[in-house]
């Protein structure tokens, strides 16, 4: 018997429920047909799709990801030691020491900044010091725009080349600053004690098992390898992904301003 959805499920329970379906009621990893080792294995598998493939984990807090520090170089004996190790600053000092140069003896901030290759998708860009939201464009719009990147003053527009995991504003800052993103990203780290909790909702938790389970019977063994279970649980497992989907759609529709205040109910 499947658990009901929306249940608060950590590593263990997911686990166990799985172990319970599929009918493996040994106690010890010696005696199961599917160790606890292959079990989060194929748990984390799962996870990390599911995230992936529904971008249902939105992140806004997690600094390390969610912010990108935009200053200029001190001095010109940081930039020096910034060029050292940056190709970007590389180049501003080049044209920081030269006399036909726009960036002649001007120290700008960077315009093209690495990403946390967790991310999937970037909902929201705004600044911490001012009231600003950069607007997405295209990278080809970079790309073609000589200019883009030769302009001093505030950024404002962004473009993301997430196959490079690199995110380009429009400008070069003379000032100091903080952007702000909120991100659809991958899971930080995977579940790997038996009381860590998947990070999307609650309401996502059992879908993981599913896909676990045609996981399990998947597996290469004469013991275990069951094609009709293996292909029923995978229909069950798309099935499960597009509900989660069509409920991303509903709550990204309620956090649109003018359905702002469904979203909180």
Request: net charge negative; with cysteine; aromatic share 12%.
């Amino acid at each position: 018997m499947q658990l009901m959805r929306g249940l608060q499920l950590n590593l263990k329970d997911i686990r166990e429920e799985c172990w319970d379906i599929a009918r493996d009621t040994a106690t010890t990893d010696s005696d199961r047909l599917w160790t606890t080792r292959e079990m989060n294995r194929y748990i984390n598998r799962v996870y990390r799709f599911i995230a992936r493939e529904t971008k249902c984990i939105r992140d806004d807090i997690t600094a390390a990801i969610c912010r990108i520090n935009v200053a200029p170089p001190t001095d010109l004996a940081d930039l020096t030691t910034k060029a050292a190790t940056d190709p970007y600053y590389a180049q501003d000092l080049a044209f920081y020491n030269d006399p036909d140069s726009w960036l002649y003896q001007q120290l700008v901030s960077p315009y093209n900044f690495p990403l946390d290759p967790r991310i999937l998708d970037i909902d929201e860009v705004k600044w911490t010091k001012r009231q600003w939201r950069l607007t997405h464009t295209s990278v080809s719009k970079w790309q073609i725009n000589p200019w883009w990147e030769q302009v001093i003053g505030m950024s404002t527009e962004y473009a993301t080349d997430l196959s490079n995991n690199r995110f380009t504003v429009n400008f070069r800052n003379v000032e100091s600053d903080t952007l702000k993103l909120v991100v659809r990203r991958l899971p930080l780290v995977d579940l790997i004690n038996d009381l860590d909790e998947p990070e999307f909702r609650t309401h996502y938790h059992d879908f993981i098992v599913n896909g676990v389970l045609y996981y399990m019977y998947s597996k290469q063994d004469a013991d275990t390898i069951d094609k009709t279970k293996a292909s029923e649980y995978y229909g069950l497992y798309l099935k499960d992904i597009d509900e989660i989907k069509q409920q991303e759609v509903i709550v990204n529709n309620r956090l649109r301003p003018n359905h702002s205040t469904d979203a909180f109910r």
